[in-house]
């Protein structure tokens, strides 16, 4: 996979090399995690690689099972811990979609029946044919 990159100027690369205090809750070879310091619910943690990618689209392939047993391991703890009900996992990608810290992370938080919280509206298709026709443009892009 190469070296690990890092970024002086991130955030989350100075809370990995312990430049600024965090409260850890997880950490691998290649993967760091804490609680989020402005939790949605109690608990809220942050799962993220330990190398510096921007982005999901940058995420080495090869730091798939590493992530995906974080955010397992975590998860399960976040739930017992703060006694939840539910988890959402969430992961913003680029400022239009609310993400503030360039350096690419998971947002791991308990949920509650009666939090109150209500993720996103949603949209109507005004037909099935636009539906199908947005389908298969996304399939000809991952060809
Ligand atoms: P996002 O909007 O997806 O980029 O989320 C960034 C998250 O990082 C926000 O929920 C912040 O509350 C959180 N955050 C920012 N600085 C810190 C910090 N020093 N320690 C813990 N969490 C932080
Ligand atoms: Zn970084």
Request: aromatic content about 6%; proline content about 6%.
């Amino acid at each position: 996979m190469g070296a690990t990159p890092r970024n002086t100027d991130c955030i989350f690369c100075k809370i990995i090399g312990g430049e600024i205090p965090c409260s850890k809750v997880f950490e691998s070879e290649t993967v760091f995690a804490f609680l989020d310091i402005a939790p949605v619910n109690l608990g809220h943690a942050l799962v993220i690689p330990k190398g510096h990618y921007p982005q999901l689209g940058e995420l080495p392939i090869a730091l798939g099972n590493d992530l995906l047993e974080a955010l397992k391991v975590v998860g399960n703890a976040v739930m017992q811990a703060a006694k939840a009900e539910g988890l959402n996992i969430g992961m913003n990608n680029f400022e239009a979609a609310g993400q503030l810290v360039m350096h690419a992370h998971f947002h791991v938080i308990p949920r509650f029946a009666d939090d109150g919280l209500t993720l996103w509206p949603s949209k109507k298709y005004t037909s099935m044919d636009e539906m199908n026709s947005l389908a298969e443009t996304i399939r000809n892009l991952i060809k």
